[in-house]
C-alpha cells in the first residue's frame, strides 16, 4: 500500500479529504486552499499577482482583474488541441499556493481521497508536488492514493489518467494498483459547474431542461478541461436525446444560451441543432473530442463515426463534422492519412458547392479543405497544400462568425507555415505580417505569440536585430500578465542565442531572469537548465545544484537526467541549451501526464 507516514516527529498535517467527484474542475484544490485558509495560510502574494486565475479557482474574487480568456488561450475543438494556457494557469496558480501556503503555516498538507478528486485538481496535486520540491517548508502528502472512486460510467472511466497523474507525482502506481474503495461524492459543489451537473443528471427533472443544462455544462467544462464529467454528463444526455420531440429543440438551445456564462471562444458550441438527431450527434462530438484530448483514439474514432450512424435526418453541416473529425483523428493522432483522405473525400460529398447555400455549409467546407491541405503537407505535396489553403480561404470570404474568424487565422497560419516548409521564409514572413490585420490582433495573448513568430522568421532571413526586437515585444507581453511559463522559455532561448554568438553579458541576464521565472514556478528541471546557461556565460562549470534541480523534475525526467549526466561528465552544457523557434506554441509539461518525456 502507498500512503503518507508522516512519523511523530514532524509537525501536524493539515488534513483535507478532497474526493469531490467530477462535477466541478478545480473543486479539490479549492478544498484543500480552504483548509490552508483556516490553518492561517493568507495566499496574499499569489492572488495578488495572479487575479484572473484566483477568479476562476474562487468565482467572485478578482472583479479589477481581466477575464482569463482575455489574457490566455483556450484548447482548439476544431485542430483537437488540447493544450490550454488557461488551464495550465490555474493548475500553476493553485500549485503554488498549496505550497507557499504550506511553507506559510509551517506544516504539511495532507491529501485524503486523492483517488476521488475531480482530473483538473488532480493534475494541479501533481504540479503542487513537483513545486513543492523547489520551495523550503512545503509539503504534499498523499494518504492512501490508490484508493479511488469506481468508474461512474464506461466513458467516464479515468483510472489509467489518475495511475498516470499518480505516477507524475512520483507514486509507484499503475492502474491495475488501483482499488476502487472511495465512495462517490454525494453532495454537489456550490459552483456554476456543480449547479449545471446537478441539474444534468437529476433523474426526477424535465428531459429539455436536463438537456439544456447539459449542452451548458459540457462547453463549461471544456474550457476547464473536465474530461471525466463531460463524458459522464455526455453519455447520459445520449439515452434523454433519443426521446425527446424535434419541437422541443430549439427552446432547449436558447434555454442553454441563456445560462451559457462561457464568453464566445473558439469553437465548441452546440450550434444551430435542429432535431433530436442532430442533438444526438453533438453528444457523440462531445464523446470524441474528450476520448481524443484523454489519448484514446480508437474510441474517439467511434464517437465520431456514430455522429452520422442511425436514422432520421442529419444536418450536412454535422454530418461534415463527423468526416472533419474522423479524418483528423486519423491524420493527427494516428498516422493514418490515407484513411484521413478518404474521411474528407465524403465529407466534400456531403457539402457540395450549390446556389444560395448557408454560410454554415460553406465554412464546413472551408474547414473540410483546411484539412485535406495538411494531410497533402503531411506527405510533403506543398504546392497542393498551398491550393486547399486558398480554397478553404475562399469559403470564408465575407465570414465573420466565430468559427470562420478562427478558419481564417488559422489559414493564414499554415500558410505561412507552408512557405517556410518550402524554404521560403521572406515570404512566410509577409503572410504572416497579415495576421495583424486580424480580428483580436491588439489582444496581448495574440501579440504574444505572433511577436515570437515573427522573431523565429526573422532569424531565418537573417534579420537578427529584428528578431531581437520581436523577442522583446513577446517578453513584455508575457510579463503584461505575469505568464512565467512563457516568460522563463523565452529567456531560457534568447540566454542560448547570445551564449552561442560570445556574448556572455546578454545571455548571463536572460539566464538569471529565466531562473527567476523557473522558481516562481517550481519547475526544477528549468531552474537546473537556466543555471547552466548561466554557468557557461560567466566561464564556470556547472555545479553540484545544477545536478541537485535537475534530479528533482518529475515532469522532465529525460531532459533532466541527460542534464545531469552532462554535468558528471563535466561536459558543455552548451549543447543543452535551447534558441529561438518558429512557434511559441508549447506543450504545459508541467501538467502533462500523457507521455511524460
Same mark, same amino acid.
Given at each position: 500500500?502507498?500512503?503518507?507516514?508522516?512519523?511523530?516527529?514532524?509537525?501536524?498535517?493539515?488534513?483535507?479529504?478532497?474526493?469531490?467527484?467530477?462535477?466541478?474542475?478545480?473543486?479539490?484544490?479549492?478544498?484543500?486552499?480552504?483548509?490552508?485558509?483556516? =490553518?492561517?495560510?493568507?495566499?496574499?502574494?499569489?492572488? /495578488?499577482?495572479?487575479? @484572473?486565475?484566483?477568479?476562476?479557482?474562487?468565482?467572485?474574487?478578482?472583479?479589477?482583474?481581466?477575464?482569463?480568456?482575455?489574457? =490566455?488561450?483556450?484548447?482548439?475543438?476544431?485542430?483537437?488541441?488540447?493544450?490550454?494556457?488557461?488551464?495550465?494557469?490555474?493548475?500553476?496558480?493553485?500549485? !503554488?499556493?498549496?505550497?507557499?501556503?504550506?511553507?506559510?503555516?509551517?506544516?504539511?498538507?495532507?491529501?485524503?481521497?486523492?483517488?476521488?478528486?475531480?482530473?483538473?485538481?488532480?493534475?494541479?496535486?501533481?504540479?503542487?508536488?513537483?513545486?513543492?520540491?523547489?520551495?523550503?517548508?512545503?509539503?504534499?502528502?498523499?494518504?492512501?492514493?490508490?484508493?479511488?472512486?469506481?468508474?461512474?460510467?464506461?466513458?467516464?472511466?479515468?483510472?489509467?489518467?489518475?495511475?498516470?497523474?499518480? +505516477?507524475?507525482?512520483?507514486?509507484?502506481?499503475?492502474?491495475?494498483?488501483?482499488?476502487?474503495?472511495?465512495?462517490?461524492?454525494?453532495? #454537489?459543489?456550490?459552483?456554476?459547474? &456543480?449547479?449545471?451537473?446537478?441539474?444534468?443528471?437529476? +433523474?426526477?427533472?424535465? @428531459?429539455?431542461?436536463?438537456?439544456?443544462?447539459?449542452? #451548458?455544462?459540457?462547453? #463549461?467544462?471544456?474550457? $476547464?478541461?473536465?474530461?471525466?464529467?463531460?463524458?459522464?454528463?455526455?453519455?447520459?444526455?445520449?439515452?434523454?436525446?433519443?426521446?425527446?420531440?424535434?419541437?422541443? %429543440?430549439?427552446?432547449?438551445?436558447?434555454?442553454?444560451?441563456?445560462?451559457?456564462?462561457?464568453?464566445?471562444?473558439?469553437?465548441?458550441?452546440? /450550434?444551430?441543432?435542429?432535431?433530436? %438527431?442532430?442533438?444526438?450527434?453533438?453528444?457523440?462530438?462531445?464523446?470524441?473530442?474528450?476520448?481524443?484530448?484523454?489519448?484514446?483514439?480508437?474510441?474517439?474514432?467511434?464517437?465520431?463515426? !456514430?455522429?452520422?450512424?442511425?436514422? /432520421?435526418?442529419?444536418?450536412?453541416?454535422?454530418?461534415?463534422?463527423?468526416?472533419?473529425?474522423?479524418?483528423?483523428?486519423?491524420?493527427?493522432?494516428?498516422?493514418?492519412?490515407?484513411?484521413?483522405?478518404?474521411?474528407?473525400?465524403? &465529407?466534400?460529398?456531403?457539402?457540395?458547392?450549390?446556389?444560395?447555400?448557408?454560410?454554415?455549409?460553406?465554412?464546413?467546407?472551408?474547414?473540410?479543405?483546411?484539412?485535406?491541405?495538411?494531410?497533402?503537407?503531411?506527405?510533403?505535396?506543398?504546392?497542393?497544400?498551398?491550393?486547399?489553403? *486558398?480554397?478553404?480561404?475562399?469559403?470564408?470570404?465575407?465570414?465573420?462568425?466565430?468559427?470562420?474568424?478562427?478558419?481564417?487565422?488559422?489559414?493564414?497560419?499554415?500558410?505561412?507555415?507552408?512557405?517556410?516548409?518550402?524554404?521560403?521564409?521572406?515570404? @512566410?514572413?509577409?503572410?504572416?505580417?497579415?495576421?495583424?490585420?486580424?480580428?483580436?490582433? #491588439?489582444?496581448?495573448?495574440?501579440? *504574444?505569440?505572433?511577436?515570437?513568430?515573427?522573431?523565429?522568421?526573422?532569424?531565418?532571413?537573417?534579420?537578427?536585430?529584428?528578431?531581437?526586437?520581436?523577442?522583446?515585444?513577446?517578453?513584455?507581453?508575457?510579463?503584461?500578465?505575469?505568464?512565467?511559463?512563457?516568460?522563463?522559455?523565452?529567456?531560457?532561448?534568447?540566454?542560448?542565442?547570445?551564449?552561442?554568438? &560570445?556574448?556572455?553579458? $546578454?545571455?548571463?541576464?536572460?539566464?538569471?531572469?529565466?531562473?527567476?521565472?523557473?522558481?516562481?514556478?517550481?519547475?526544477?528541471?528549468?531552474?537546473?537548465?537556466?543555471?547552466?546557461?548561466?554557468?557557461?556565460?560567466?566561464?564556470?562549470?556547472?555545479?553540484?545544484?545544477?545536478?541537485?534541480?535537475? &534530479?528533482?523534475?518529475?515532469?522532465?525526467?529525460?531532459?533532466?537526467?541527460?542534464?545531469?549526466?552532462?554535468?558528471?561528465?563535466?561536459?558543455?552544457?552548451?549543447?543543452?541549451?535551447?534558441?529561438?523557434?518558429? *512557434?511559441?506554441?508549447?506543450?504545459?509539461?508541467?501538467?502533462?501526464? +500523457?507521455?511524460?518525456?
Amino acid at each position: 500500500m502507498v500512503h503518507a507516514d508522516l512519523g511523530t516527529s514532524r509537525p501536524t498535517g493539515v488534513e483535507v479529504d478532497v474526493n469531490v467527484g467530477p462535477a466541478a474542475a478545480y473543486e479539490g484544490l479549492r478544498r484543500a486552499l480552504n483548509a490552508l485558509a483556516e =490553518a492561517g495560510a493568507s495566499f496574499d502574494d499569489i492572488r /495578488g499577482a495572479r487575479e @484572473a486565475e484566483w477568479a476562476e479557482l474562487f468565482p467572485g474574487t478578482g472583479d479589477e482583474a481581466p477575464p482569463l480568456a482575455e489574457i =490566455a488561450l483556450a484548447a482548439s475543438e476544431r485542430r483537437l488541441h488540447r493544450e490550454s494556457e488557461q488551464v495550465f494557469r490555474v493548475l500553476a496558480t493553485a500549485a !503554488a499556493a498549496l505550497c507557499h501556503g504550506c511553507s506559510e503555516v509551517g506544516r504539511p498538507l495532507v491529501l485524503h481521497g486523492i483517488g476521488g478528486a475531480d482530473l483538473p485538481s488532480l493534475r494541479g496535486f501533481m504540479r503542487a508536488v513537483e513545486h513543492a520540491r523547489t520551495l523550503p517548508g512545503a509539503g504534499i502528502v498523499t494518504h492512501a492514493p490508490e484508493r479511488v472512486r469506481p468508474p461512474l460510467d464506461a466513458a467516464a472511466d479515468l483510472r489509467v489518467e489518475r495511475a498516470q497523474c499518480l +505516477q507524475g507525482m512520483g507514486l509507484p502506481l499503475a492502474a491495475a494498483d488501483l482499488r476502487s474503495e472511495l465512495p462517490a461524492a454525494t453532495v #454537489a459543489p456550490a459552483s456554476r459547474e &456543480g449547479e449545471l451537473y446537478a441539474r444534468a443528471m437529476d +433523474q426526477e427533472a424535465d @428531459a429539455a431542461d436536463r438537456l439544456a443544462a447539459v449542452l #451548458a455544462y459540457c462547453r #463549461a467544462a471544456f474550457f $476547464s478541461a473536465n474530461w471525466e464529467g463531460t463524458a459522464m454528463v455526455a453519455s447520459t444526455a445520449l439515452g434523454l436525446a433519443e426521446d425527446l420531440a424535434d419541437a422541443r %429543440v430549439p427552446g432547449l438551445l436558447e434555454q442553454a444560451r441563456g445560462e451559457d456564462a462561457q464568453a464566445e471562444a473558439i469553437e465548441f458550441e452546440p /450550434g444551430a441543432l435542429e432535431t433530436a %438527431v442532430d442533438l444526438r450527434a453533438f453528444l457523440y462530438k462531445v464523446l470524441g473530442v474528450q476520448a481524443t484530448f484523454r489519448g484514446r483514439q480508437d474510441e474517439a474514432l467511434t464517437y465520431f463515426r !456514430a455522429m452520422r450512424e442511425g436514422g /432520421g435526418r442529419l444536418l450536412p453541416e454535422l454530418r461534415a463534422q463527423s468526416h472533419l473529425y474522423c479524418a483528423l483523428t486519423l491524420s493527427k493522432r494516428m498516422d493514418r492519412v490515407g484513411e484521413a483522405i478518404g474521411e474528407l473525400d465524403e &465529407g466534400f460529398a456531403v457539402v457540395v458547392p450549390r446556389d444560395d447555400e448557408p454560410d454554415s455549409v460553406r465554412r464546413e467546407r472551408g474547414w473540410l479543405h483546411n484539412l485535406r491541405g495538411l494531410t497533402h503537407f503531411a506527405r510533403s505535396e506543398l504546392r497542393s497544400a498551398f491550393e486547399q489553403e *486558398k480554397l478553404a480561404l475562399a469559403c470564408v470570404e465575407g465570414l465573420t462568425d466565430p468559427s470562420s474568424v478562427h478558419l481564417r487565422i488559422n489559414l493564414l497560419s499554415n500558410v505561412s507555415v507552408l512557405q517556410e516548409k518550402a524554404g521560403r521564409p521572406q515570404q @512566410a514572413a509577409r503572410t504572416w505580417e497579415r495576421f495583424k490585420r486580424a480580428a483580436g490582433s #491588439a489582444n496581448t495573448a495574440f501579440v *504574444k505569440h505572433h511577436s515570437y513568430r515573427a522573431a523565429g522568421l526573422a532569424l531565418l532571413c537573417g534579420d537578427r536585430g529584428t528578431a531581437l526586437d520581436e523577442l522583446d515585444r513577446s517578453l513584455g507581453c508575457a510579463g503584461e500578465f505575469t505568464d512565467d511559463f512563457h516568460e522563463c522559455e523565452i529567456r531560457l532561448e534568447l540566454g542560448g542565442l547570445h551564449a552561442r554568438a &560570445g556574448e556572455d553579458g $546578454s545571455g548571463a541576464a536572460h539566464f538569471t531572469a529565466a531562473s527567476a521565472a523557473a522558481t516562481r514556478l517550481g519547475d526544477p528541471y528549468r531552474m537546473a537548465l537556466a543555471k547552466a546557461g548561466l554557468a557557461v556565460c560567466t566561464n564556470t562549470a556547472p555545479g553540484s545544484e545544477v545536478a541537485h534541480l535537475a &534530479g528533482l523534475s518529475l515532469a522532465n525526467p529525460g531532459k533532466a537526467r541527460e542534464l545531469r549526466q552532462s554535468v558528471a561528465l563535466s561536459e558543455d552544457p552548451r549543447a543543452l541549451l535551447p534558441t529561438p523557434r518558429t *512557434k511559441l506554441n508549447r506543450p504545459f509539461d508541467l501538467v502533462n501526464f +500523457q507521455g511524460r518525456p
